[in-house]
Nanobody, 125 residues
Framework: QVQLVELGGGSVQTGGSLTLSCRAS??????????MGWFRQAPGKAREGVAL???????SYLGSVKGRFTISRDNAKNTLYLQMHSLQPADTAMYYC?????????????????WGQGTQVTVSS
């Protein structure tokens, strides 16, 4: 049974930083073979892809977070990370970790097969 457990959310002021982590377990294949991503959903808005990473650590970012967020993975620890800097109120959302095959990278949320329960990030002005 696949489990994705996100940690690291919280409340910060504008300009602050947070690092999210996502510990994965129960994959049928090695963690290193999965495409992984961070998605977010704010109240009343659609879920959007924030950052994606391939098995070879190629990355893709939402335009509004480029230069501020960094996605990375530690395959030895089965863990995905999202470093977030210069946080803005517009970054306030529930952040989800997701995993899947290549569709998770190319199609976004609809292509990811496994999801965590989410961790809340709140940025106050």
């Amino acid at each position: 049974q696949v489990q994705l457990v996100e940690l690291g959310g919280g409340s910060v002021q504008t300009g602050g930083s947070l690092t999210l982590s996502c510990r994965a377990s129960g994959f049928a294949a090695p963690f290193s073979s999965y495409y992984m991503g961070w998605f977010r959903q704010a109240p009343g808005k659609a879920r959007e892809g924030v950052a994606l990473i391939t098995p070879t650590s190629a990355t893709s970012y939402l335009g509004s977070v480029k230069g501020r967020f960094t996605i990375s993975r530690d395959n030895a620890k089965n863990t995905l990370y999202l470093q977030m800097h210069s946080l803005q109120p517009a970054d306030t959302a529930m952040y989800y970790c997701a995993a899947g095959g290549s569709d998770c990278y190319t199609r976004g949320a609809s292509g990811c097969s496994d999801w965590g329960q989410g961790t809340q990030v709140t940025v106050s002005s």
